[in-house]
């Protein structure tokens, strides 16, 4: 008889889980929702980007331009108050002939300044100064005056002359410099092209004051680097620097000896009446 074999024993290996087939993630509501905000925000976040505004450009430069070109003008304006020199100026004028113009700021602080034919109608000519005994205005000899020259005190040295007295060449070399290095001045300052003739930097000058009479006359000034006025450009005219200045005096001094009398006004006299001559004439 054959014997039968039997199967060789086995070791019992502790229960496994039976492998499930794979089955997809459920698609719950949530993630339903989730799906769908992602697939939606990139083109929500396009609309909002395109909804808003632009970016506003970048700060504008011209007022740091023009804060810069007042503080260029305030700093040559305050070297020439302490620029003290002898220089000759042309003043043009459209339909007159150019007339020269003497400067003089002495190094005590007096100046004076010559100017042809500022008084009766352009006659005669003056001489403005200022001392530390007055502000003077010295009639000087031209042929429609041919007395030798005197002066007249009309005020104390840092006074302002009568609009009737006032032939208004002196202040671009005097009191406007007290305006142009005034930070509270009521003034626009921006950088201008020179003047015929004119060297320097030169700044285009306007006033922002509402009132008719503006703290200085409006125009062009120019200025060396060293202080030194070179041009100025104003409704009475053009003011150039003629040539290389001259050393400063000590002090200036007055066109001639001082009298009583009245000043020059810068009109013309009036006319005589003829028939007031004839008048006079009859016996």
């Known amino acids: 008889m054959h014997a039968h074999h ?17 089955q997809p993630h459920r698609r719950t509501p949530e993630r339903l929702a989730l799906g769908a905000l992602a697939l939606a925000l990139p083109a929500l976040l396009a609309a909002c980007t395109a909804d808003q505004p632009a970016a506003p450009p970048p700060d504008d430069p011209a007022p740091v331009a023009v804060d810069a070109a007042r503080d260029e003008l305030a700093g040559l304006a305050a070297a020439a108050q302490d620029r003290h020199l002898t220089a000759r ?4 004028r459209d339909g ?14 007096s100046w004076r300044v010559d100017v042809p ?23 000087l000899p031209s042929p429609a005056r041919p007395e030798p020259a005197s002066c007249v ?19 671009p070399f005097t009191d406007w410099l007290d305006v142009l290095t005034d930070s509270r001045a009521p003034l626009s300052v921006s950088p201008a092209t020179p003047p015929p003739g004119a060297t320097g930097s030169c700044y285009s000058v306007e006033s922002t004051s509402a009132s ?27 003011i150039t620097l003629a ?11 007055l066109a001639g000896p001082v009298v009583d009398g009245e000043p020059l006004g810068t009109a013309a006299p009036p006319s005589p009446d003829p028939s007031a ?7």
């Open 89 to 92: 100026y042309t003043l043009r």
């Open 117 to 139: 034919g500022a008084a009766l109608g352009g006659t005669v000519d003056i001489s403005l100064a200022a001392t530390s005994a007055g502000l003077f205005q010295c009639a």
């Open 243 to 253: 040539g290389p200045p001259a050393p400063a005096p000590a002090s200036v001094a």
């Open 153 to 171: 005190r009309v005020g104390d040295p840092d006074d302002v002359l009568p609009r009737r007295l006032d032939p208004g060449v002196q202040h």
């Open 6 to 22: 039997r199967p060789a024993h086995r070791p019992r290996t502790p229960d496994r889980p039976a492998l499930r087939p794979h």
């Open 96 to 109: 007159e002939a150019d007339r020269v113009i003497m400067v003089t700021s002495a190094n005590d602080g």
């Open 277 to 283: 001559s004839a008048s006079a004439g009859t016996p």
């Open 212 to 238: 008719l009479n503006a703290p200085l006359g409006v125009g062009i000034y120019c200025f060396e680097q060293d202080g030194t006025p070179s041009a100025v450009r104003i409704d009475l005219g053009t």
